[in-house]
């Protein structure tokens, strides 16, 4: 997927900043534990329903936006056709659509924590090529001035300066340059989950019965294996075919140990790690499918809560990364914008209310509203219209 096009022997490595990443541990092999006994790393994660909506939404959500090229003018914005907007609009390589390019990254940014693509320039800069960067591949380094990348491939590694790269990180640590990942942050909580998820399946592939203890006239340790082997057997053999009871020996009775899941209060506890991993993600928890108080009346707020306070953070630091690593400051004229209007349109009477006093006000011309709802350009439709009714009394039009 990445091509390579030049290699460096120097090190830019500044000894006083620590080079880390956040999923470190799981690139060696040692998992991080949680406080629930439960190995946490980015694949047992996505196991937990709650934590592969949340990334999957948020991931998908951020590439199904249209992405566009803009120039400003004297008359306002010109879109621009060609070349840099083909590329994010359609697509970024050969190999990749402008969806599966962006959908990648993010999905990396919310598992990992960081996502990467290599810029891929002419000898003249113009840009022919972006090309995603598995992050565990990357080292971050800096001169204490400048930032740059190691990307290792292979036995070999290329040293690539911060213009050209892509960066997008869930949250930074205080030095600059390592980072936090969203799910081995927050291993306990999602620790949690996966163990519910667990004991869960182990109740219900038991039949429903929880763990129990056998009593009776065992005569040697060897007879209490043997008879805990032939009820555990049994159990098995009884929930298969689905019978409601089983006889047992003279003399020997089950008790059971542990809670039962009414009294540990799992379905409680699997709502509040829902809610947990919303706020991990600040999302409200609708868009993790809990419709627990959702209403037909606040479905559309809960709408506009995750545009304006989520996504729309997301979409800031996309746009200004783009512009700055893809025009840089010299050319601020151009510029990426990812366009959100559609999240925003609400419901038809709403809309139709809105472009009625757009227009009357002078605000938006008929065009613009037809093009907003994929109509075609009206003849006389492009001027600026205003109602004129508002007069003084007295002055009213007779007819």
């Not at 163990?195 to 005569?219: D, N």
């Not at 540990?264 to 706020?279: K, N, P």
């Not at 010299?330 to 038809?348: A, I, Q, T």
């Not at 109509?375 to 009213?396: K, N, R, S």
């Amino acid at each position: 997927m990445l091509k390579f096009l030049k290699r460096e022997n120097r090190s830019l490595e500044n000894p006083q900043i620590p080079i880390s990443s956040s999923a470190i541990l799981s690139f060696f092999g040692l998992d991080e534990a949680s406080a629930a006994g439960e190995s946490v790393t980015i694949d047992t994660a996505l196991g937990v329903p709650a934590i592969w909506a949340a990334v999957s939404f948020l991931s998908g959500t951020l590439a199904v936006l249209p992405l566009q090229v803009f120039r400003k003018t004297d008359a306002g914005r010109e879109q621009v056709d060609g070349g840099i907007n083909d590329i994010l609009h359609d697509a970024p390589n050969d190999e990749m659509s402008s969806f599966e390019w962006r959908k990648y990254t993010f999905e990396q940014v919310f598992t990992g924590g960081r996502g990467v693509t290599f810029i891929e320039r002419k000898s003249s800069g113009e840009i022919i090529n972006l090309w995603p960067i598995d992050p565990s591949k990357v080292t971050y380094i800096s001169d204490g001035r400048k930032r740059s990348y190691r990307v290792q491939n292979g036995g070999s590694a290329v040293v690539y300066g911060a213009s050209e790269i892509i960066d997008l990180p869930f949250f930074l640590k205080p030095n600059g340059l390592d980072f936090r990942s969203p799910i081995l942050s927050h291993a306990d909580v999602i620790g949690m989950a996966i163990a519910l998820t667990k004991y869960a399946g182990r109740f219900f592939a038991g039949g429903g019965v929880p763990p129990f203890a056998i009593e009776g006239p065992f005569q040697s340790p060897a007879a209490m294996q043997r008879a805990g082997d032939d009820l555990a057997a049994a159990m098995a053999k009884a929930a298969k075919e689905k019978r409601a009871a089983l006889a047992l020996p003279a003399g020997h009775t089950i008790k059971p140990l542990g809670v039962n899941p009414d009294k540990a209060h799992m379905v409680e506890a699997s709502r509040f790690i829902i809610e947990q991993i919303a706020r991990i993600y600040s999302l409200p928890p609708t868009f993790l499918q809990d419709l627990t108080r959702s209403t037909f009346s606040n479905s559309e707020q809960q709408d506009l809560h995750f545009v304006k306070h989520t996504l729309l953070r997301w979409v800031e630091q996309f746009e200004q990364q783009l512009n700055l690593k893809l025009f840089g400051r010299s050319n601020p004229d151009m510029y990426v914008e990812l366009n959100v209007d559609g999240l925003l349109r609400g419901d038809f009477q709403g809309r139709m209310q809105g472009y009625a006093q757009g227009v009357q006000n002078a605000i938006l011309t008929p065009n613009e509203i037809r093009r907003m709802e994929n109509f075609p350009d009206a003849i006389g439709g492009d001027d600026l219209m205003i109602q004129g009714a508002t007069v003084p009394i007295g002055q009213q039009e007779q007819k």
